[in-house]
T-cell receptor, first 108, second 113 residues
Framework: GQNIDQPTEMTATEGAIVQINCTYQ??????LFWYQQHAGEAPTFLSY????GLEEKGRFSSFLSRSKGYSYLLLKELQMKDSASYLC?????????FGAGTRLAVHP | DAGVTQSPTHLIKTRGQQVTLRCSPK?????VSWYQQALGQGPQFIFQ?????ERQRGNFPDRFSGHQFPNYSSELNVNALLLGDSALYLC???WGQGGTEAFFGQGTRLTVV
């Protein structure tokens, strides 16, 4: 079967750092995607990890451990506009399997 | 570049009716995937079309069907609508069948009454 586990909700303060964890069990795994989704909008691509290790892209970084079925998304210098849902999606050859997402609320 | 476009943006249908949703992929993309997103949940994979054929399917009944046209655009059809089919339907396009970034459209909000 396929199982993806993320915290349901997180809160953080503007300017701080937050780490959103994701554990997964999927078949046909090729790599792991992170998407951001603001309420009422489409998901937008943040990162894609194929190999183990950390990928850094500006304020956002993503880490993958394939052997542990574990990933995290690190958001630095949080801004109010970062308040959104963050979706962890292990990718198979033909499809993305999404978790329920983590709703992040950033407070002043 | 228009990105991924979906139509209509909102739709209200009655239980038992049929609905067709449309998607035009991002320029240069040849693969279209459809997802259903219920309120408060992540998107659930319905199926993917590549070279005008359904390549993989998620856990959805046969009431959900689709089509891809030679210009790579796609339709999602849902027959015998149920109240539980009310959701945001997202179309995502990509190049090739896997391992590349998928771009999502804004979605079609379907309400079944």
């Amino acid at each position: 079967g396929q199982n993806i586990d993320q915290p349901t909700e997180m809160t953080a303060t503007e300017g701080a750092i937050v780490q959103i964890n994701c554990t997964y069990q999927t078949s046909g795994f090729n790599g792991l995607f992170w998407y951001q989704q603001h309420a009422g909008e489409a998901p937008t691509f943040l990162s894609y990890n194929v190999l183990d290790g950390l990928e850094e892209k500006g304020r956002f970084s993503s880490f993958l451990s394939r052997s542990k079925g574990y990933s995290y998304l690190l958001l630095k210098e949080l801004q109010m506009k970062d308040s959104a849902s963050y979706l962890c999606a292990p990718g198979g050859y033909n499809k993305l399997i999404f978790g329920a997402g983590t709703r992040l609320a950033v407070h002043p | 570049d228009a990105g991924v476009t979906q139509s209509p943006t909102h739709l209200i249908k009655t239980r038992g009716q049929q609905v067709t949703l449309r998607c035009s992929p991002k320029s240069g993309h040849d693969t279209v995937s459809w997802y259903q997103q219920a309120l408060g949940q992540g998107p659930q994979f319905i199926f993917q079309y590549y070279e005008e054929e359904e390549r993989q399917r998620g856990n959805f009944p046969d009431r959900f069907s689709g089509h891809q046209f030679p210009n790579y655009s796609s339709e999602l059809n849902v027959n015998a609508l149920l109240l539980g089919d009310s959701a945001l339907y997202l179309c995502a396009s990509s190049w090739g069948q896997g391992g590349t970034e998928a771009f999502f459209g804004q979605g079609t909000r379907l309400t079944v009454v």
